[in-house]
């Protein structure tokens, strides 16, 4: 038996407030409710919030309306989470942009040509040291405008050496 719209109403809150890392009590100062045991009541499908409340509580939990009631709808749906990503994305500058669509397009063919198959990016592995890939050439991790970058570590003597040649070049801050 499927659930009523008020179950999946007082599920979401409850579930939707957690995420959020709100205690019952936030949520009900957040959103200008009553008092803690009205948030409470919604959680337990006593009672149910009125269409203004319901609206703050989309808001404040960066949800849809249909996120609120689980109503699916043919358009593309996504997750809280990826919501949360494309937020984040949006707030980035565009050197940022292009780090994540480079490392985005880099894991999108690595699953595709894999089939599949997971395995963790050589490059997003936790160790810091140089290591030898399946290609058999060495890398190493190099600070560049505020990250890192892995580079093949002869590529990076090759633009050590042509930075020292050029220290002036208006070129150098294209290196890396």
């Known amino acids: 038996m499927s659930k009523s719209i008020k179950e999946i109403i007082s599920d979401n809150i409850s579930r939707y407030r957690r995420e ?6 936030e949520l009900a100062e957040k959103i200008g409710a009553k008092n ?3 948030v409470s009541r919604w959680e337990r499908g006593v009672s149910s919030p009125d269409a203004d409340t319901i609206i703050k509580l989309c808001k404040l939990f960066n949800i849809s309306l249909n996120d609120l009631y689980n109503v699916e709808t043919k358009n593309f749906d996504l997750s809280s989470n990826e919501k949360s990503h494309i937020k984040k994305y949006r707030n980035l500058d565009n050197h940022g942009k292009k780090t994540v669509d480079f490392i985005l397009d880099n894991e999108y063919e690595r699953c595709k040509n894999n089939n599949g198959i997971e395995e963790i990016a050589p490059e997003l592995s936790s160790s810091a040291e140089p290591r030898l890939q399946s290609d ?3 890398y190493i991790d190099m600070a560049a405008r505020g990250g890192k970058i892995r580079i093949e570590k002869d590529k990076a003597i090759e633009l050590a050496k042509n930075a020292k040649a050029a220290p002036n070049s208006a070129n150098r801050k294209d290196l890396f």
Do not use: A, I, Y
């Not at 959020?20 to 009590?25: A, D, E, R, V």
């Open 20 to 25: 959020c890392g709100f205690s019952q009590k």
């Open 36 to 38: 803690l045991t009205t």
């Open 136 to 138: 058999q050439k060495e």
